[in-house]
Structures are given as C-alpha cells and as structure tokens.
C-alpha cells in the first residue's frame, strides 16, 4: 500500500491517458496510487489526507518538473498553498509543461511576479464586507464566505489574499454574525456560500450552516460556488445529496475551465447533484494556454452540457497578483465568445463579464452586435456577419415610413 505520494514508485509512469477527443469522458485512473484500495480511494477524505502539498514531493512524483515550477512550489507555501489531491494529479501529463490541468494547480516562480496594476483583493470584497465573511455588493445578494480551504488550489485563485491563510490573512468566519446580518436585511433574497469550498464541511455542519438560512423567511434561494466535484468528485456521495435536496430551491456553480476536468469520475459526480434536482451551473476562468482557444472553450461547454450543467460566466481572470503568466487578453475572450454565440447551441454560451477592478461587479462583455441604433432602426449582424434592419420607432411606425407631416390643423 503506498499511502504516502512520496513513497510512491517513481519508476511507474502514470497512467497519462491519451485524450483522443476532447469530448471524450476518460477516468482519471489511478496512476501511482495504483496499490491503494478502491475503497481508500474513493474515500474523499483520504484524498485529502493524501494531496501533494510540497515541492519534494510533486519533484518525485513528476520528474518532469521545471525549475520554475519547483522554485514556485517551494515558495508557495507564503502566498496560496500548494494543494493537488492525487485524483485531479493523474490528469496531469507530465511530458508536457504547458498541459492545461498542470497550469492550473501547480505554481510557477512567476506568481512571485507582481505588475503595478495587479492587486491582493481584485474585486475590492474586503472594502464591501460589513461583517467578516460576507460580501455585500448587490441590492439583493450576498456572498457568504464560509471557509477559507479547498481541495485543490487554482494559482490564479481571485481570494488567493485569504484562501489556504498561506500569506497569514487569518480569515475565521463567524457564523452566527454572517447570518445575524442577513437575518437583519430583509432586502437579501440570495445567499451565494463560496470560499475556500463550502463542500469541504461535513455533511453535518453544512446541513446546520443551510438549515439556519432556510429558517430566514426572506432567504428565498441558496446556492453554492464549489470546484469539489471537480477536484474531488468522490466528495459527492449519496448522503451529500440527500441532505442537500432538502434546501431547495438551491442551485450549484461548479468551476471547469479544460474539456479534460470532465472525467467519468466528474460526470457520475455531475450526474449525482442534477439526480437530486439541483441545477447546475459552471463558471470558467480564460486562461493562457488552458483554455484561450475556441475549439477548447466550445468542446468545454458542449462537454458540460453532457453533464447537465448549464455554462454561467466566463470570467476574464482577475488582476490578481501574480497572474499576469495565466491572463489571456479581453480580445482573445471576445474571440471566443464570437465563435460560440450562433456557431453552438444556445444553452452553451456563457456570458463573459469582467468582474470591475476595485469592486464595481461583474459587467458583461460581448462582441459588438448592434451595428447602430438610432430613433428609426437598428442594425444588427448575425453570427455569419450578414447585417439585418429591425425597424422601430418612437411612435411605433415601421421604420422606411417617415412619420408623415403633421399639418398645422392637427396640431391645434
Ligand atoms: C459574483 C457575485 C455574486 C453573484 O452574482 P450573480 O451575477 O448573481 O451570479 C454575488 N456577490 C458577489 C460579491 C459576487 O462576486
């Protein structure tokens, strides 16, 4: 049994599975946890006990491992904490040093690296909190941070500042106020549990944290922002979904951002919440080298739709500090979204928003459509580029037919 990675034999490859098609479901495999049982490793908490979380041992288990991958991973432990649990690194392929899942999870020195308009908090949250751990932005929303751990750490993650307390942020939530807060605003409707992951928590202090809200009458939806069922698919066990299908309605924003994430394991996972009536949404981050490519982000989302989950936001990424490697340009986003409106189905187009640097919110952004407007007509292209007239007017007259003259006697 190698129960410890970095006891693992380094002389077995691991099972990289050749990614035919995109859109191809493939397992993870087991890769060098080959002897561990099927009952350790289906076990969500044994994946956690067992993520690779220092550069010695990424180093062994990935000897393909660049110097400015160890470097960073040895730094990384003062500024987001290095995380993979050994399910999402057997969808790493270790011959290629730009492999979209490896981009995502294992730091680079460059994160060191901060430009003058890259910042700790991008989107300004800390400035609109009135109590720790919520985010009170919207009229009628809120986001309520509910742990500062994941299973697995994105390197461009936005909350990086207090996510994994690598830089000493020291975030400690406090329920009882978070929820005092929303119990005294009876504008806030929505209740958005992000983090860290709040599916991290045992089935029984998440059932607790969901309860107190439900008992707010003006609480009418709950949903969750989680990557679980992505790095930890395993954590989506029958009970799980029982206990939740007792808050609805509550949604769930799942965050996939390269066809390859959506393995058999993540389907079964998928499939698991939408069988306990949850819709499901995803949001992706454009990324460099992960995901800035049209052909990628379609089969993505097609993808997700194999899954029943419905594409949400695509995110241009925050300038989060230490990100500029991972950024890929709004034109490029624009490029992509250009691609899929019209050229896909329609339930596979996200909306692209930039999420306003300093705190202004989320704004969506699209390419242009509307050719010119004006008190008469609109003209519009299509997805082909042919241009159309809709006609309309002030009044109500189609447009072509000049409001005739008004002579002076109607007037009076
Ligand atoms: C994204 C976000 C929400 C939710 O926004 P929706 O557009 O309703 O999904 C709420 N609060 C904050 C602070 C957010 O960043």
Not at 99 to 120: F, G, L, N
Request: with cysteine; net charge neutral.
């Amino acid at each position: 049994m190698q129960a410890d990675p970095s006891s693992a034999n380094t002389e077995e490859p691991p099972a990289a599975a050749p990614f035919r098609s995109l859109k191809t479901f493939h397992s993870a495999g087991r890769g060098f946890w080959h002897d561990v049982s099927e009952r350790d490793w289906n076990d969500w908490r044994w994946q956690m006990k067992h993520r690779i979380t220092t550069a010695e041992q990424l180093q062994r288990l990935m000897p393909t491992l660049a110097p400015e991958e160890f470097a960073g991973a040895k730094l990384a432990n003062h500024k987001l904490a290095l995380g993979i649990t050994p399910y999402f690194f057997n969808l790493i392929d270790p011959s290629d040093e730009h492999c979209p899942i490896r981009q995502q999870v294992v730091p680079r020195i460059e994160e060191t690296h901060t430009a003058s308009w890259e910042m700790s908090d991008p989107c300004g949250e800390d400035s609109h909190s009135p109590v720790t751990g919520l985010v009170h932005r919207y009229p009628d929303r809120v986001l309520f941070l509910v742990t500062d751990r994941c299973a697995s750490y994105c390197r461009y993650c936005t909350r990086s500042r207090l996510v994994s307390n690598a830089s000493g942020y020291d975030f400690h939530p406090e329920y009882d106020k978070q929820i005092a807060y929303i119990a005294a605003h009876p504008e806030i409707r929505d209740v958005l549990l992000s983090g860290g992951d709040p599916l991290l928590l045992s089935d029984e202090k998440l059932e607790n944290l969901l309860s107190r809200l439900r008992a707010i009458p003006h609480v009418e939806f709950l949903r969750i922002g989680t990557r679980i069922p992505i790095f930890l698919p395993q954590r989506i066990t029958p009970e799980l979904c029982a206990m939740l299908k007792k808050f609805h309605p509550l949604f769930i924003s799942v965050h996939t951002n390269h066809p390859r994430e959506l393995t058999t394991e993540v389907r079964d996972a998928l499939g698991r919440l939408a069988d306990a009536g949850i819709p499901l949404g995803n949001q992706s981050v454009l990324l460099k080298h992960v995901n800035d490519d049209a052909d990628v982000m379609k089969a993505l989302m097609q993808k997700l739709l194999m899954c029943r989950v419905k594409p949400y936001y695509l995110y241009q990424c925050d300038l989060i500090a230490g990100s500029a490697h991972l950024r890929a340009s709004v034109a490029k986003g624009l490029e992509i979204m250009e691609k899929l409106r019209g050229h896909t189905t329609g339930y596979a187009v996200p909306t692209y928003v930039i999420d306003a640097p300093g705190g202004g919110g989320k704004v969506p952004i699209n390419p242009e459509y509307v050719l010119c407007r004006n008190a008469g007509r609109v003209l519009i292209r299509n997805f082909e580029g042919k241009i159309f007239e809709y006609p309309e007017s002030a009044d109500g007259r189609p447009c072509g037919q000049p409001p005739k003259e008004i002579s002076e006697p109607e007037l009076v």
